[in-house]
């Protein structure tokens, strides 16, 4: 594998924009001269969470609607919002409105052309800032969006998962970031993610940077995603038989999980084993929950009678009720026991 810098990869990159940029409605060529403000604002706050495509025509119809901020600014919020129907998320068009208005009042119809002067206005968020500030201003702003996270987890075999990557990933893309055209470089960059390093079936054969990159054989496993721990569910019956002041309790196979303890009798926790002949069954107590590292256990807690199946486990003992926490019951068979002494007089 080729080692490569900075500057050659951002070269190959950019150079990759020029010749396949998307045409956007928002967007000026590759090395145009800057696009207006609002034009970049518009699309990036229109575009949170929301896909190019369903932007598209929104984008258009405010933007005639519309055309600039004090426009924008001067508009009734009935027909601002009627205008956003069914683009979704309104929050940002009341966001929207808010910061036109800021805008016009109070920065003669002017945006801020820093990022921390940005980030000051209604709905504009650390990505939205950057986006701006880089793309209509051409300042050296750190642009990553969902696009550009993948094709940096890719290129640099990330193996931390998100969010948790979050710093890593802006470290490596400040690096590739240069100093003039940092805005199309963001957009090189989203347009990379979009069309080329897509999340599912990546087109590396096309991609400028293939023969740098070091997750492009699994490409698909990044960005790496924190694991959701589903634990399965499993449920099962413990038994509380008394008689004479003592509980009794079985001890548990040697083999399997907590193996040889004390417990109180009942079925295996996989639904089956030994059931109750439903007229042994006196009284259902309730359930108590456990999670055990691999799954979690419901147990249903029922009191009722002895009866051959239950003479016939292993190792059954009366043990006397008030001695029980000296029997070194686990803590699933503490619960039930602790359920079934607080419902003694049900
Ligand atoms: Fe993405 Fe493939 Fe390019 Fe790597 S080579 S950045 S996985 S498109």
């Known amino acids: 594998m080729h080692v490569e810098t900075p500057p050659l990869l951002t070269n190959k990159i950019l150079a990759h924009y020029d010749a396949n940029a998307r045409v956007l409605p928002w967007r000026s060529p590759p090395g145009a001269p800057l696009t207006d403000p609002y034009r970049v604002w518009m699309s990036e706050v229109m575009l949170q969470q929301t896909t190019v495509a369903a932007v598209k025509a929104y984008f258009e119809r405010f933007t005639t609607r519309w055309p600039d901020v004090r426009a924008l600014a001067a508009a009734d919020d009935a027909d601002v919002m009627a205008e956003w129907a069914g683009l979704g998320y309104y929050a940002r068009a009341r966001n929207l409105l808010a910061c036109a208005r800021m805008v016009a009042n109070e920065h003669g119809g002017l945006f801020p052309d820093s990022e921390e002067g940005l980030r000051r206005l209604p709905g504009i968020g650390p990505y939205t800032a950057a986006a701006i500030a880089a793309i209509a201003f051409g300042r050296r702003a750190v642009v990553v969006d969902g696009n550009v996270e993948r094709v940096i987890t890719r290129l640099y075999a990330i193996e931390t998962p998100l969010p948790a990557a979050k710093p890593e990933i802006g470290v490596l893309m400040d690096a590739l970031t240069p100093d003039v055209r940092a805005g199309d470089f963001a957009q090189a960059m989203m347009d990379l993610g979009a069309t080329v390093c897509t999340p599912r079936n990546p087109a590396c054969i096309l991609c400028p940077v293939a023969e740098a990159c070091k997750g492009r054989t699994e490409a698909e496993r990044y960005p790496v995603k924190r694991a959701k721990p589903v634990k399965p569910e499993r449920a099962g019956v413990a038994w509380w038989i008394e008689r004479d002041g003592a509980v009794l309790l079985v001890r548990r196979p040697d083999k399997g999980l907590l193996g040889g303890m004390r417990a109180l009798p009942g079925c295996d926790w996989r639904g089956t ?42 190792e059954a003992m009366w043990w006397p009720i008030d001695r029980l926490h000296e029997a070194g019951l686990p803590t699933v068979f503490a619960k039930a026991a602790k359920l079934a002494m607080s419902r003694r007089d049900a």
Not at 289 to 304: E, M, P, Y
């Open 273 to 314: 084993g030994v059931a109750p002949a439903s007229e042994t069954v006196v009284r259902s107590l309730g359930q108590v929950t456990h999670v055990f590292t691999h799954f979690r256990l419901t147990l249903d807690v029922a009191r009722r009678t002895s009866g051959p199946d239950i003479e016939a486990m292993t």
